[in-house]
T-cell receptor, first 114, second 113 residues
Framework: NAGVTQTPKFRVLKTGQSMTLLCAQDMNHEYMYWYRQDPGMGLRLIHYSVGEGTTAKGEVPDGYNVSRLKKQNFLLGLESAAPSQTSVYFC?????????????FGSGTRLTVV | AQKVTQAQTEISVVEKEDVTLDCVYETRDTTYYLFWYKQPPSGELVFLIRRNSFDEQNEISGRYSWNFQKSTSSFNFTITASQVVDSAVYFCALRGGNYQLIWGAGTKLIIKP
């Protein structure tokens, strides 16, 4: 089915390791977002992209980097993982700014840093 | 600053009861959008409704209804004749003049059989 696909779905990292989360969408959406969800909290925006080759910081960008080399892919990188980055990560995309067309979310990646 | 408050952390009701989830928002934008999402135990985020600031009409969709009141900055969600399958965490979110969706902390709804 068309939509937003996140890989991997689960991952356990040791402190200091690095990894990349991949988000792929096949809806030709311009805007893509990375959120994290922590227990008892709503989603918080890490980084976002308004088009191929662009990225911008969200609410909680520290410790993360992103890249949008292709329109359909938005990568989230952790260079040196910390236990505070244990969270569920959601990718989303939208056709425009999301207001008129809404947001499509991936199924999430559960990351544990030990 | 923009903010979304869902004061009810957890609600537990017996099946077939009606239940209302509260959402209060803060924004200085004149144009904004409000959303409700459902997150069942499986973890995915399910879109329920989007409402823009110019449309204060209440909305009904089956057993679900939404009451948007700009005067009180509230966008409440009511489930009529609740069912066990309605058990989930429900999030209210606000999108103002920027790209960000600001989320409430969520309300965990437990429907007991």
């Amino acid at each position: 089915n068309a939509g937003v696909t996140q890989t991997p779905k689960f991952r356990v990292l040791k402190t200091g390791q690095s990894m990349t989360l991949l988000c792929a969408q096949d809806m030709n959406h311009e805007y893509m977002y990375w959120y994290r969800q922590d227990p008892g909290m709503g989603l918080r925006l890490i980084h976002y992209s308004v088009g191929e080759g662009t990225t911008a910081k969200g609410e909680v960008p520290d410790g993360y980097n992103v890249s949008r080399l292709k329109k359909q892919n938005f990568l989230l990188g952790l260079e040196s993982a910390a236990p505070s980055q244990t969270s569920v990560y959601f990718c989303a995309s939208s056709l425009s700014r999301g207001a008129n067309y809404g947001y499509t979310f991936g199924s999430g990646t559960r990351l544990t840093v030990v | 600053a923009q903010k979304v408050t869902q004061a009810q952390t957890e609600i537990s009701v017996v099946e077939k009861e009606d239940v209302t989830l509260d959402c209060v928002y803060e924004t200085r934008d004149t144009t904004y959008y409000l959303f409700w999402y459902k997150q069942p135990p499986s973890g995915e985020l399910v879109f329920l409704i989007r409402r823009n600031s110019f449309d204060e009409q209440n909305e009904i969709s089956g057993r679900y209804s939404w009451n948007f009141q700009k005067s009180t900055s509230s966008f409440n969600f009511t489930i009529t004749a609740s069912q066990v399958v309605d058990s989930a965490v429900y999030f209210c979110a606000l999108r103002g003049g920027n790209y960000q969706l600001i989320w409430g902390a969520g309300t965990k709804l437990i429907i007991k059989p």
